[in-house]
């Protein structure tokens, strides 16, 4: 077996489907490629966060230290990845923006579960008879990280549609911000439920 065929880089490369016809299409195939890149990412974290949670009671501290610090990675790198909007062709962008109507990242499915374990993970930890402070530090650092993605993203909103209405249909901007500050909540219950623990 060679590199290429190891990696399934043809069928990896085969996924890039631009919708908006020639005119558009270096731009649209690049705006595709950062929501994989995205969502490759997502995979990993999950995947970390499960096996993380499964093994809650039986890996080392080192462990769960490591793996969580991968996950932290994995955001970071999220971070950077929406970075790489800055290059992306705002006239394109309005191009090809309405053969995109009814489609969404609010949809992405593996962003969805994201949000449903990460919270509950941390909280389950929390509740656990031996908590770590060091851990409870990077839980805090994931949702910040989390948190940060979430302002950036904010600001490719403001950069690409001001306060116009979403692809998914929502209030844009407004409708993030009231995301924003639902994660904050969940992650304050969070440390409240901590406190009464201890
Ligand atoms: C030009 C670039 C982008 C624009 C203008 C944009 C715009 C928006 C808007 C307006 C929403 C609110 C929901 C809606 O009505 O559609 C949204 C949600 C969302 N977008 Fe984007 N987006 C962009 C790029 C991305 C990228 C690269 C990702 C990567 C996965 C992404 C992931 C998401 C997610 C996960 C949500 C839901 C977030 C939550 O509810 O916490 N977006 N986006």
């Not at 053969?99 to 993970?121: A, D, N, P, R």
């Not at 993203?153 to 209030?171: A, K, P, R, S, W």
Request: glycine share 4%.
């Amino acid at each position: 077996m060679i590199y290429d065929d190891y990696i399934a880089l043809q069928k990896l490369l085969d996924c890039n489907k631009p919708r908006a016809g020639v005119k558009y299409a270096l731009e649209e195939s690049f705006f595709i490629r950062i929501h994989h890149i995205h969502e490759i990412n997502f995979a990993q974290i999950l995947l970390d966060l499960k096996s993380f949670d499964a093994k809650l009671i039986t890996s080392t501290l080192q462990q769960k230290i490591d793996q969580l610090h991968r996950i932290l990675a994995c955001w970071k790198l999220n971070i950077n990845t929406l970075k790489l909007l800055e290059f992306l062709d705002k006239e394109a962008f309005l191009g090809f923006r309405p053969s995109l109507m009814g489609i969404s990242g609010m949809q992405s499915s593996q962003y969805l579960l994201w949000v449903e374990l990460f919270y509950k993970t941390a909280d389950r930890y929390n509740h656990q008879a031996i908590n770590h402070p060091g851990i409870l530090s990077i839980f805090q650092s994931i949702h910040a990280s989390h948190n940060d993605w979430l302002v950036a993203h904010e600001e490719v909103i403001l950069h690409f549609i001001q306060n116009d209405y979403g692809t998914g249909d929502t209030e844009g901007l407004r409708y993030m911000h009231e995301q924003r500050n639902h994660y904050d909540t969940l992650w304050n219950e969070i440390l409240t439920g901590l406190n009464k623990v201890i």
